[in-house]
């Protein structure tokens, strides 16, 4: 499931890169009527490779909504592991094999990670680099998980564990999306994992990136963080009684 928007110069050969590194795999490209054309392109690339659906939104809604309608697609279909990824090249096609097995060998969720042994960043700048990499600690730090890089949308799931926690009733509208399923998964009790990935910037196309979606993923990340406090204060108060 690839989410895009504004992507025309990347869409093609993303979709090439990813039939050639998983040829069995069905895509499914989430685009909000991107003005550049990503769409149109899509649909002629999957008019010529097979076996990739393009499913077209009015508008430009968001990451986080663009997340949720792709999921509920893919949770629809008969898929036992649905994978998520960009489409500038900053997740690397060739990495998927080795996503998708982990999830083979008994993982629930693996997180591309770029904060981990063997990962990393290329080309970013600094300032991107210092956000993503202190935003996560302050994630990872306040919510209490063992993953170094909730926001990395790199991932694949099994999609029973996706579909059990239900990731259309989730609220964020940019990146923070990524922490809550993470989150959601860990408080489920599935089996989340990490593998290395290294993380290149985009050399075409432009960020989507902004200021209002930085401050949404520290208000809810926050909030979790304050819910999962509550919660165990409850349970020490009803336990105590
Ligand atoms: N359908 C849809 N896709 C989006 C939207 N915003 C971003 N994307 C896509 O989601 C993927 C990740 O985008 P972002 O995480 O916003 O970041 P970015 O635009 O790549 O910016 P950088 O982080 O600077 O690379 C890319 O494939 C984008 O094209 C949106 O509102 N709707
Ligand atoms: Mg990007």
């Known amino acids: 499931m690839v989410p895009t928007y504004q992507e025309a110069d990347n869409i093609v050969r993303f979709l090439e890169e990813v039939r050639h590194a998983l040829p069995e795999a069905h895509i499914l490209v989430v685009d909000d009527n991107s003005p550049d054309g990503t769409g149109k392109l899509a649909d002629e690339t999957a008019a010529e490779l097979g076996n990739i659906e393009v499913l077209h939104r009015t508008a430009k809604q968001g990451l986080g909504s663009a997340y949720r309608h792709g999921f509920s697609e893919a949770l629809k279909g008969d898929f036992e592991i649905i994978v998520s990824m960009d489409c500038d090249f900053s997740h690397d096609p060739k990495a998927l094999p080795a996503l998708v097995a982990r999830i083979e060998r008994g993982s629930d969720a693996v997180v591309g990670s770029r904060y981990i042994a ?98 949404e993923s520290m208000l809810l990340v926050t909030g979790w963080a304050a819910s999962d406090a509550l919660g165990k204060l409850r349970r020490r108060i009803s336990s105590s009684r």
């Not at 990395?152 to 999306?177: H, K, M, N, V």
Request: charged share 20%; aromatic share 12%; net charge positive.
């Open 118 to 215: 063997g990962g990393g960043t290329v080309n970013w700048p600094v300032h991107r680099r210092l956000l993503s990499r202190w935003g996560n600690r302050y994630t990872s730090g306040v919510l209490r998980l063992h993953i170094h890089d909730c926001t990395s949308g790199f991932r694949a799931y099994r999609a029973s564990a996706l579909g059990a926690i239900d990731p259309t009733s989730t609220q964020a509208e940019g990146y923070a999306f990524l922490t809550e399923l993470v989150w959601r998964l860990i408080r489920g009790g599935y089996t989340v994992v990490e593998e290395p990935i290294t993380f290149i910037d985009r050399e075409f196309g432009t960020s989507k990136m902004s200021g209002r979606i930085v401050a």
